[in-house]
């Protein structure tokens, strides 16, 4: 039995005796007998804390992750890989504060009077990404990149009246099925905008008047898009622009909301959040002012107690589900806090110059990776554009087994494209990324090992 | 009527915040007022790559010419900032959260532990299959387990939190519908009026119009106000039980009946899943459609407002609705991932809060099929002995034995001397707890709805018990000041929202 749940059977027979009852069977008396279980649940028997970790060791043992570092056999692999999930540093400071049992344990700031450090801590979060976006506001999260598109494209809807949506190919393939699994429901109308050589062509087509254009920037093969193209497009259809962002990039690029994005999402996971499988990730989502009262999930404010002490405090609440009911445009209840926090104490942990630093090596590890793959016998550039912190190359070989091969060799080598991987309309290539965390010497046995694996 | 146990003026160690150590009144400067330009914590590592230009790396006209301007500050004073911050919050870990619907319950520490292991932390959501079988055995033995404890027969785990779970379920329905009647696909969904307000606002996500049925005199669905709704335009029904005022749905079966009748499905929503853990299942009950809340049933933490994990159980002919992809064992022994034939798609980006869905194994591991029950059992156990004890103090709407949680009303203090349920939140606040639930459910005025949880011991409802009998007793004189042992007084919310300042940089003056 474990020893979370607290009482003796003494203080049990007593409680039992308090409400007249005579076994705890009987505080169920209101379950109709036909629908009670007969018997126990067909699950194993309570394990100790030391079993438990034993065996989820074993599991975590049966993975091969992306824990190499200086090439030492047997510590995992040396990661290349990113599509939307990046092997950064997550420096001690951030792991410890977000670990702390006051921020892990607590619920939603329903009660803002004693949950001063959450709100505040969000407050700054906010304010940080609102600055990385380049916009008036920022919410407390959304689940992830992908939930934060689908939310902006329900704003564009509600804010425009229109049902139309254009999508850039360049948005995540991932991030565009959620698209789709959504407005099944929402009934967005989406359109998918093809790349040119790695840029999208938003050339009208045609259709009705859309809500909003999508675009990734950078996109997801890399490509650093033309933000005033899509503003001109937009502007010409008097759609939103949304522009899914990468917030480390963003330490060196004009931020999306000076080159005209309405809206910025992305995924925050790049600052200060493990690889995780996938999750718990972040969904940053800023907007302009104009905007606010269609912001999804929770909002921080400032403002004061009743003895004029700064407060903060959720705020704009009428716009939410609880209140709003059948008649809100997002139905987010919990939402990332934890994950948001984290990203806080990061971009502190960075701040000004450390963030355009964390950039600056992303990308030079980016090119150097890229000029030395280039190199290689048969491995050419996937499209022309330029790219800043990941780029796709076609290689004379399937990529998915590249990948494969590439792991025996103690890197996971890139994300698969095409047929083997993912988002077919790409053509095979593969997806390589290299962030601050790569060295000269990792590079070099990276391309080596390539050289070898295509021979 | 004799109270058991200990007596209540004694400590309660486990659930009792007065003697937390916060740090007095003054506000925490923002990090913003403790920056000191040209101060920093970052370091990276030693690369040796060539040193190109910012100019070099990006092309002319995209290259911010300034930096974002970021918090300058040293790592000692970064985390003495958000140290001294977590001393002005409250969490279960420092005392008990009674907070209705929510179920704070403890996070045992073991999973905390599991999440920080690297074979799990440190893994690329796309690296192959075989690169990461034990994430996948993981999944599909979290997911077996869930079935078992709904009674259902497939589950995604892809929905990230439990309003995230109620649309993936819903478009299921949607998806169903369309198949089996293409022609004229139903349009309503039937919630009852204590429905949480997610339930409503998923249904106009989904695509459909809401159909709001009355409670009836004993707090549970008027069976006969649904039937005088139903017909062939509706999907399904979307149902807590035991319900949000904490009471079973005594006639689910009836419900059931009725619905499967006009061909609609039943939606579980599982916010209140921990009360029947092991006792019944939704399955057994009639469900078609089971979303679990593994941060509230689970034990997972909660964050402050997340993340969390919702994943979606449903019954055999629905299965090939489920989101893609999900993982799969094969007779080998090995696991992979596949697509259902008619999956409604991704509802998130990778394979859901994976390491949230981590701890929650655990929890299943730690808990055992036996354990699972226990929890429902003592959860409800604390409940009736709360409400018990709380019942000659309040006004209790349906006055009967309740499951994990009930709402008691504050209208009578509000009548004979003013005090309303919020003063009583704010004034427990000051006694050393959290404020249950306040306001909801929506049909009950001047509801406090309040869930003690299994991991508080009996000394420790005792005082909250106590607490909860002073305040009543003393709302004559209620102090209108409350709270007062707080980091700050009571916040200006009207304020926050008139005078808008979503960010430091939009506080006047700045």
Redesign the interface.
């Known amino acids: ?2 020893s ?4 003796t059977d003494a ?2 027979e ?6 007249g009852l005579s076994s ?1 069977g009987e ?6 007998e ?4 007969a018997a ?8 100790s ?1 030391a ?3 034993a ?13 190499g570092r200086g090439l030492a056999p047997g510590a ?2 040396v ?1 290349f ?1 990113g ?3 990046y ?1 950064h ?1 997550v ?1 001690e ?1 951030v792991r ?2 977000a ?20 709100l ?2 969000l ?2 979060y ?3 990404v ?3 976006a380049g916009l ?3 919410n ?2 959304l ?5 934060a598109c689908v939310e902006a494209v ?1 704003l564009a809807s509600a804010a425009t009246g229109r049902r139309g949506i254009r999508v850039s190919r360049g948005i ?1 393939p ?2 565009r ?2 698209l ?3 407005a ?4 967005s109308e989406l359109t998918e905008v093809a790349l040119v050589d790695g840029h999208t062509s938003w050339d009208d087509d045609g259709g009705p008047a859309p809500a909003a254009l999508v675009v990734q920037y950078p996109n997801f093969l890399g490509c ?1 898009e033309d933000l005033s193209a899509a503003r001109r497009a937009a502007d010409a259809a008097g759609a939103l622009l949304v522009v899914a962002f990468d917030p480390v990039a ?6 999306p909301g000076a080159q005209g994005a309405d809206v910025v999402v992305g ?1 925050g996971q790049p600052l200060g959040t ?8 972040l969904g940053l989502f800023a907007c302009r002012l104009e905007h ?1 009262r269609r912001l999804p999930g ?10 004029g ?5 959720s ?4 716009r ?9 445009s ?10 948001a ?1 984290a990203c ?2 990061q ?12 950039a ?2 992303c ?3 980016t ?2 990776t890229r000029e030395s793959l280039l190199a290689l016998e048969g491995v050419e550039p996937l499209v022309g554009a ?1 790219t ?1 912190r990941e780029f796709a190359v076609r290689l004379p070989a399937d990529p ?1 087994v590249v ?2 091969r590439m ?1 025996d060799e103690g890197f ?1 080598a890139g ?1 698969a494209l095409g047929g083997a991987g ?1 988002g077919a309309e790409y053509g095979d290539g593969l997806l390589v990324a290299a962030t ?6 990792e ?1 070099d046995a990276y391309v080596a090992a390539m050289d070898k694996v295509l021979r | ?5 200990p007596s209540p003026s004694r400590p309660a160690p ?1 659930g009792l915040a007065a003697s937390a150590p916060l740090v007095g ?4 400067p ?3 007022e403790l ?1 000191s330009p040209g ?4 370091s ?9 230009d ?1 100019a070099e ?3 002319p ?4 010419e300034e ?7 040293s ?1 000692r004073d ?2 003495a ?3 001294r ?10 005392g008990a ?1 009674p ?1 209705g619907s ?1 179920t ?5 520490k ?1 999973a ?3 999440a920080a ?12 299959a ?6 996948l ?2 999944l599909v033995e979290l997911g077996l ?1 869930l079935e ?2 709904t009674g259902m027969e497939a589950v995604t785990l892809q929905p ?5 779970g ?2 993936t379920g ?2 299921i329905m ?2 169903h519908h369309a198949a089996e009647r293409p022609d004229r696909p139903p349009t309503k969904v039937v919630i009852p009026d204590s429905a ?3 339930n ?8 459909y ?2 159909v709001t049925v009355p409670s009836d005199d004993r707090g549970c669905v008027d069976v006969a106000a649904l039937r005088a709704v139903l017909d062939d335009d509706v999907a399904g029904i979307m149902l807590t039980n035991p319900n949000t005022l904490g ?2 749905e ?1 006639d ?2 009836e419900i059931a009946h009725v619905v499967h009748d006009v061909g609609g499905l039943l939606y579980y929503d599982g916010a209140n899943l921990n009360a ?6 939704p399955g ?2 009639g469900f078609d459609i089971v979303h679990l ?1 593994l ?1 509230k049933t689970f ?1 997972v ?8 994990a919702g994943p979606v159980a449903v019954t055999e002919r629905l299965a090939r609705y489920l ?1 893609g992809p999900v993982p799969v064992g094969a007779a080998d022994g090995s696991y992979h991932w596949t697509t259902p034939s008619r999956s ?13 869905l ?1 701890r929650a ?2 929890y ?12 429902a ?2 959860a ?3 409940a ?2 709360l409400r ?1 004890r709380l019942r000659d103090h309040y006004d209790v709407p349906f006055d009967r ?1 309740c ?1 994990h949680e009930f709402v008691v009303s504050a209208a009578g203090l509000r009548r004979r001397h003013g005090v309303k349920a919020i003063d009583v ?2 004034r427990l ?1 000051d006694e050393g707890f ?2 249950p ?2 306001a ?1 459910p929506l049909i009950i005025e001047e509801a406090l709805m309040i869930e003690p949880t ?5 000394q420790t409802l005792a005082a909250l018990g106590e607490a909860l009998v002073r305040i009543a007793a003393e709302a004559p004189t209620e102090d209108p ?1 409350a ?1 007062r042992n ?8 009207v ?3 008139r ?9 006047p003056g700045v």
């Open positions: 039995m474990p979370y749940v607290p009482h203080e049990i007593a409680m039992l005796a308090f409400l705890l505080l169920f008396s209101v379950v109709p036909a629908l009670r279980l126990p649940l067909a699950l194993p028997d309570a394990l804390e079993d438990v970790l065996e989820v060791e074993r599991l975590a043992g049966a993975n091969v992750a992306c824990t995992g692999l990661c890989a599509a939307g999930a092997d540093e420096p400071a410890a504060m670990s702390r049992s006051e921020y892990v344990t607590a619920y939603t700031p329903y009660q803002p009077e004693v949950a001063q450090g959450v505040q801590a407050f700054e906010q304010t940080m609102a600055r990385l008036d506001v920022s407390a999260s689940y992830d990149g992908a939930s329900n995540h991932h991030w099925q959620a789709r699994t959504f099944a429901g929402s009934g650093l963003a330490g060196l690029l004009v931020p995924e493990p690889l995780s499988f996938g999750g718990p990730y606010v929770r909002l921080v404010g400032e403002t004061v107690d009743v003895e002490r700064t407060a903060y405090v705020t704009l609440r009428t939410e589900q609880d209140i709003r009911r059948e008649r809100a997002s139905n987010v209840c919990t939402n990332q806090t934890l994950i926090v806080a104490v971009l502190a942990w960075l701040g000004t110059w450390g963030l355009r630093e964390l600056l090596r990308a030079r590890a090119r150097y330029p800043l998915g990948v494969d792991a996971l994300v993912v601050e965390r790569r060295t000269r010497a590079i | 009527m004799t109270e058991p146990g486990g009144r003054r506000p925490e923002t990090v913003f920056s101060r920093r914590g970052w990276f590592r030693s690369s040796d790559l060539p040193e190109w910012a790396l990006v092309p006209g995209q290259l911010a930096p974002v301007p970021l918090p300058e500050l790592e970064l985390v900032h958000h140290t911050l977590t001393h002005r919050q409250y969490s279960v870990d420092v959260y907070l929510c704070m319950k403890y996070n045992p073991l905390d532990a599991v292991l690297p074979g799990l932390a440190s893994v690329h959501p796309m690296a192959p075989q690169l990461t079988q034990g994430w055995e993981l387990a078992e404890v990230p939190a439990g309003a995230a109620e649309l819903l478009l949607r998806a949480h307000g997610t409503p606002a998923s249904v106009t996500l989904a695509g119009s809401v009471l079973f005594e689910i079966a029947i853990l092991g006792v019944t299942r057994d009950m809340n941060h034990a933490p909660h964050g402050g407002g997340g993340p969390g989101p409604i798609g991704r509802v998130h980006g990778w394979h859901g809060n994976a390491l949230a981590a194994y655990t299943v591991l730690a808990s055992g099929g036996d354990g699972l029950r226990r929890v059992e003592a409800v156990l604390n009736n002995w018990q034995p499951m939140a704010k606040l959290h404020a639930t306040v909801f299994e991991t508080e011991s009996p000041g709270p707080t980091p700050v007084g009571r916040v200006d919310e304020r926050a929202a005078r808008l300042i979503p960010t430091y940089d939009a506080r």
